[in-house]
Nanobody, 126 residues
Framework: QVQLAESGGGSVQSGGSLRLSCVAS????????MGWFRQSPGKEREGVAV???????RYPDSVKGRVAISKDNAENRLYLEMKSVKPEATGIYYC????????????????????WGEGTRVTISA
């Protein structure tokens, strides 16, 4: 089992910046992919950024250039830097992990991720 705990959410004005953090515990060594997904009001859960254990990152076109995912393997921490944020990025952001030795690490399918934190709320005002 892997436990994930997010922090760093809050309110920010459009155009501002925000940094989310996630601390992972448990059998983190059994995962090969970690990422951030969000649930915006009235929308399906969607991927924001993922990072493979080898460091490869993926982002949907909608956020490219405005978010960056990174990890600290020594501390088992995952980060999401957000800049030039827009009101449509409002939502609950979840830290996630996918178990296994290796495989595809992508943002397309939330159902691929095996572990989810409780989420941290981000509100972006116009």
């Amino acid at each position: 089992q892997v436990q994930l705990a997010e922090s760093g959410g809050g309110s920010v004005q459009s155009g501002g910046s925000l940094r989310l953090s996630c601390v992972a515990s448990g059998s983190v060594w059994k995962t090969f992919c970690m990422g951030w997904f969000r649930q915006s009001p009235g929308k399906e859960r969607e991927g924001v950024a993922v990072i493979h254990k080898d460091g490869q990152t993926r982002y949907p076109d909608s956020v490219k250039g405005r978010v960056a995912i990174s990890k600290d393997n020594a501390e088992n921490r995952l980060y999401l830097e957000m800049k030039s944020v827009k009101p449509e990025a409002t939502g609950i952001y979840y830290c996630t992990a996918r178990s296994g030795a290796d495989g595809y690490c992508g943002v397309e399918y939330p159902s691929d991720m095996d572990y989810w934190g409780e989420g941290t709320r981000v509100t972006i005002s116009a």
